[in-house]
């Protein structure tokens, strides 16, 4: 059954978010303007198969920031569905999951363009080009890339991101420096009140 109700467009926003920051909030409200989404699914993984998993807080952490990040947006909610599943986070099979839940909606997949050179090396790529439509937000650091990595009916969002790195925002924690700038309030209180980052 089509748990979808009315909305049709769906976007999928996936990735460590470790911490979520403004850079992800301001790519997912561009993405709903512009291509129209009904809904935007933030899919926190757990175990990211990309990633130095060195520097990784635990997933249900990193899955309350999100909550409390998008808890003011009606448009916006967070999803488990890869936290559950306690292994290695591959995309075809969280598409696959979301195509069953909502099986009318037209699904479109969000990424930083960061990350169209890796696209080649994801578990069954053109399965997933099957499955959704590229939505892609241009960072400052990656304008230019090579469209032949995307499928033809990939979007390219209007715009350029704002340059900010969960990176860089868990080094100044480690340094006790302020990183208010970065994140919502709602998270950089939940990240004080943790301890979160600071070793």
């Known amino acids: 059954m089509d748990k979808s109700g009315p909305k049709k467009r769906i976007g999928i926003f996936g990735g460590t978010f470790n911490p979520v920051h403004f850079g992800h909030l301001a790519i997912a409200a561009a993405a709903q303007e512009q291509v ?55 995309s075809v099979d969280t598409l696959n999951r979301i195509k069953r839940i909502y099986p009318q909606a037209e699904v479109f997949f969000i990424i930083g363009s960061d990350s169209v050179p890796e696209l080649k090396t994801w578990r069954l790529i053109n399965e997933i080009f099957k499955l959704c439509c590229f939505v892609v937000a241009k960072r400052p650091d990656f304008e230019k890339f090579d469209n032949a990595d995307l499928p033809e009916n990939a979007i390219i969002l209007n715009g350029v991101y704002p340059d900010i790195s969960s990176t860089n925002i868990r080094e100044l924690i480690k340094q006790g420096l302020a990183v208010n700038d970065s994140v919502p309030p709602s998270v950089n209180e939940f990240i004080k009140q943790n301890e979160l980052y600071a070793v």
């Open 36 to 90: 129209g989404l009904d809904l935007v699914i933030f899919i926190p993984a757990h175990v990211p198969p990309h990633k130095n998993l060195q520097n990784i807080i635990d997933s249900k952490l990193r899955y309350k920031m999100i909550q409390l990040a998008v808890k003011n947006n009606k448009n916006y909610t967070v999803s488990d569905i890869e936290i559950k599943k306690q292994t290695v986070s591959y």
